[in-house]
């Protein structure tokens, strides 16, 4: 045999051993392809339904938010009212009262150094 015979001869060995090594290859990436094609039809059917979830989580968080500040809204308008109407006048009342018992505490004080 000539010299580029079997080099031919060779390289036909080695494609024939490429092949029988790429068979198994082949058939696994069909399996994968296979089972990657059910996921996505499984996803693409139940993908509606998730995402009418997310959209009703979505509003019911939204109206929840809305409650909250209207809530919060509510405490401060409370906060503020009691502060008006209670807090002011007792602090009013205070200051008088206080300024009474100065005007006593000067009375008596001048009365006993006397």
């Given at each position: 045999m000539a010299t580029w015979e079997t080099i031919l001869v060779m390289f036909l060995i080695a494609m024939i051993v490429l092949v029988v090594l790429a068979i198994p290859m082949i058939?696994?990436?069909r399996d994968v392809l296979n089972r990657l094609n059910d996921t996505l039809v499984i996803v693409n059917h139940d993908l509606p339904e998730i995402l009418e979830?997310?959209?009703e989580l979505t509003k019911r968080a939204n109206?929840?938010?809305k409650k909250i500040e209207e809530t919060i809204d509510d405490i401060v308008h409370l906060e503020q009212m009691v502060s008006?109407?209670?807090k002011e006048?007792?602090?009013n009342v205070a200051q008088s009262l206080g300024t009474v018992l100065?005007?006593?505490n000067k009375l008596f004080y001048r009365r006993k150094h006397r």
């Open positions: 058939l696994r990436l979830n997310a959209r109206s929840s938010t008006k109407e209670i006048p007792i602090q100065q005007i006593f």
